[in-house]
């Protein structure tokens, strides 16, 4: 049976180019990169060297650039590190406590690692969290009126890994640089799909993965603009500037940079070419009666599509498309085992029976025209067919 992969925003093949560059790193250059002798000093210049092609991708100086093993941990440092050091700022002044140590804001569409780590600080920190409209998109000025003397953080998703919508994340950052307020987003899903420029972009602390872009699982980036400071989460022998203890996954750094090194060289060409089997596939879907699109319909990710389908739920909808081959999602697959509706599309205002009708769509390298043909000859079928057996269809 044809097997096709449209589930991208879960995770990517690791590029055989990526492969190849990780290979050495195993067996032959495995050193330590904290031991002085030749085999750690190799394996210190892969790291290095690698940071080098990381930082360039996005505009940033190397030492700018903290290797983590996810972005789940580099989203933890980022909030917990600067919140942490607010309360560390806090308790060696002699101003009165208040209750709250500080205030973050983040988005009612984060990622759920964002979520969860905010509503952990929540015992010690005011949490606020900006709605968003129809499409999933943010009001910057929403953000600029609930910024206070005391914000210590904003965090704001840059593309929805649900919906695909990009955030206006220059001017968000221009007016927390105005205001003095530590600005991050998590990029995981936009970091390899769309330029980004951290200087331009008003950005202090940046989030991104390498297995959304064809490199191995287990390694992240935190990017920590000069100047910035945090409280490390992990403690030892100060790697990582001191941020970031552990002994270095050389293997898949280098991993890692090769990937980048891959999509700078054709980052224009495969944008043009996913953007047009994008629009292909929600031109086609849409033809579909009772579907919707999830979602901004030009401002986001090359390669998302996310649909909904009246009176069809999103998880049947994935096992039947499976049945012919096809492997989609139906939301973020870091939860999708859960049957709660996603807090993403609720958050755009869908009710809960809507949003349990969602399809998330994600192309990628290996998506080809055909591929593309292929869903569209199966889906329809697939849309029809569960809504034959729908107890809601009338």
Known sequence: MKKIYFDYAATTPVDPRVEKAMLPF???KFGNTMSLHSFGQDAK??????RETVADLIGAKANEIIFTSSATESNNLALKGSAFKASTELSRTSMPKSHYAGHIIISSIEHHCVVEAAKWLSRGFEV??????????VNPKDIEREIRPETILVSIIHGSNEIGTIQNISEIGKICRQKKVCFHTDASQSFGKILIDVKKMNIDLLTASSHKIYGPKGVGLL?????????????????ENGL??????????VGFAKACEI????????N?????????LIKEILKIKGSRLNGHPKNRLPNNVNVRFDFVEGESLVIHLDLHGVACSTGSACSSATLEPSHVLLA???????????????????TTEKDINYLLNVLPKVVGKIREISPFKN
């Open 263 to 270: 999509y700078k060289k054709g980052a224009k060409s495969e």
């Open 223 to 239: 990017y920590v603009r000069e100047g910035i400071k945090l409280v490390p989460l992990l403690h030892g022998g100060g790697q």
């Open 348 to 366: 755009t205002g869908l009710r809960h029976e809507e949003a349990h009708g969602s399809l998330r769509i994600t192309l990628g390298r290996w």
């Open 272 to 280: 043009q070419r996913l953007i047009r089997l994008r629009d292909k």
């Open 45 to 50: 210049l892969a790291l290095e060297q690698s």
């Open 26 to 28: 195993f067996s032959k």
């Open 244 to 253: 970031r203890s552990s002994t270095v996954n050389v293997a898949a750094i």
């Open 128 to 137: 606020t969290k900006i709605p968003v409209d129809k499409y999933g998109t």
